[in-house]
């Protein structure tokens, strides 16, 4: 049974940083995309981050260019988000999704991954 884990949300003022972690475990992704997406409350989950199986190819959300970091190690079949220079519309639940493009260009829409994470809540204070 795959399992994605995500940890590392919780409560930062405006401007802080946090660190997003997901651990998988019942399936190697070493050869898939993975990626990151949230929701905020009354709104889809959008698309926020994601990184191919060699880390050659990421793609973020326009909101977050230049202020997330996504990266993965795929010996301990993990992925990771830091978020510096956080803000209160970054407020929002996080999932981490696994099970994308096989060797190829990861994807930046929901129907493009497979698995999913049960969420982390990230909250920024102004």
């Known amino acids: 049974q795959v399992q994605l884990v995500e940890s590392g949300g919780g409560l930062v003022q405006a401007g802080g940083s946090l660190r997003l972690s997901c651990a998988a475990s019942?399936?190697?992704?070493?050869?898939?995309?993975m990626g990151w997406f949230r929701q905020a409350p009354g709104k889809d989950r959008e698309f926020v981050a994601a990184?191919?199986?060699?880390?050659?190819?990421?793609h973020y959300a326009d909101s977050v260019k230049g202020r997330f970091t996504i990266s993965r190690d795929n010996a301990k079949n993990t992925v990771n988000l830091q978020m510096n220079s956080l803000k209160p519309e970054d407020t929002a639940v996080y999932y981490c999704?696994?099970?994308?493009?096989?060797?190829?260009?990861?994807?930046?829409?929901?129907?493009?991954?497979?698995?999913w994470g049960q969420g982390t809540q990230v909250t920024v204070s102004s």
């Open positions: 019942g399936h190697t992704f070493s050869n898939n995309a």
């Open positions: 990184i191919s199986w060699s880390r050659a190819i990421i």
């Open positions: 999704a696994a099970g994308g493009a096989y060797f190829g260009t990861p994807g930046t829409s929901n129907r493009d991954y497979h698995y």
